[in-house]
Each structure stands twice: as C-alpha cells, then as structure tokens.
C-alpha cells in the first residue's frame, strides 16, 4: 500500500521560510515522478514543483519560481519543497504527489497523494 506522509508545516511570517518533507512507502520510490501541489480554500490544486524520477529535471510555476525549491533524496524516500521568501499568498494545504510514469505536473497525472500538510503564512 503507497503511503506518502508530509510534515514540516506551520505558520510563519512573511518572508520566512519553511521546509516540507514528504515520506514515502509501499513504492520503488527512485522509479516514481514527485511533486508537491498546493490548494488555498475556493482554489484549484496547483503544482508547485514537481521533480522526475532521476532528479535531474525539475519545474515549477512562474508563481513561485526563485523561491521554491524541490529536491529528492532516493535513499531516504523522501522528497522535499524548500521554501523561502514566504507571501501570505502562499498560505494553503500543501500535498505530496506520486507517479510511476512521465509527469507532466498536472493534478491527472499524480496516482498517490499524502493527506496534506498546512502552510500558513501571515502578514
């Protein structure tokens, strides 16, 4: 059974900086397209990072480009989203999503999703 559990979320002020960890199990985690997704209250899920299997090939939107930064760490079946120059527009339910094939970084292409961690950022 795949199992993705994230943590490391919280409040912060703005400018601030906060780093989610998203644990995963039941998958051959280094053969697995990653992502993180985020959805603030009366808004679509969107992705805002997403890294291949490999860890060479990451994206992100223009939204949060320069300030969010996806990682992975094959050994430890965990991925990450550094973030850093926090805006209380930021402030939403964060997920962690998995894929077993390519990953376009759209919400349809992710298989498995954590249960969300929330990301609070105040003015």
């Known amino acids: 059974q795949v199992q993705l559990v994230e943590s490391g979320g919280g409040l912060v002020q703005a400018g601030g900086s906060l780093r989610l960890s998203c644990a995963a199990s039941g998958l051959t985690f280094s053969k697995y397209d990653m992502a993180w997704f985020r959805q603030a209250p009366g808004k679509e899920r969107e992705g805002v990072g997403c890294i291949n299997w490999r860890g060479l090939s990451t994206y992100y939107p223009d939204s949060v480009k320069g300030r969010f930064t996806i990682s992975r760490d094959n050994a430890k079946n965990t991925v990450y989203l550094q973030m850093n120059s926090l805006k209380p527009e930021d402030t939403a339910v964060y997920y962690c999503?998995?894929?077993?094939?390519?990953?376009?970084?759209?919400?349809?292409?992710?298989?498995?999703w954590g249960q969300g961690t929330q990301v609070s950022v105040s003015s």
């Open positions: 999503a998995a894929s077993s094939t390519y990953a376009n970084c759209g919400v349809s292409s992710y298989a498995y």
